[in-house]
């Protein structure tokens, strides 16, 4: 699959583990606090400074029993920005899991 940019419909991140059942990837928008609330970024609104708390959540999506390097593009699960698609590419990084 070919893909170029990022556009206004899709984003392009790098999954994180892979497994026969799943894949993963940690979300570029929708981060968890201390206070278990989800924010839309890493940084307080208020004070500009990044919220040492702050973990992006990790979005699983079904991997078909394929391990291999390939880019994948699933209907974002994010809750914070659910309008989006997403390309997940799966590479020689993507820690696999049996
Ligand atoms: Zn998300």
């Given at each position: 699959m070919e893909i170029s940019d990022e556009d206004d419909r899709n984003i392009i991140v790098e999954a994180k583990t892979i497994n026969p059942i799943h894949f993963t990837y940690d979300c570029p928008y929708c981060y968890r606090i201390?206070?278990?609330?989800?924010?839309?970024?890493?940084?307080?609104?208020?004070?500009?400074?990044?919220?040492?708390?702050?973990?992006p959540?990790?979005?699983?999506?079904?991997s078909g029993g394929d391990l291999s390097n390939r880019i994948e593009h699933r209907v974002s699960h994010c809750t914070v920005n659910d309008d989006k698609g997403v390309f997940i590419k799966i590479t020689n990084k993507t820690k696999r899991y049996k």
């Open positions: 201390r206070s278990g609330r989800l924010v839309d970024s890493p940084f307080c609104k208020r004070t500009k400074r990044l919220l040492s708390s702050a973990v959540t990790r979005h699983f999506h079904g």
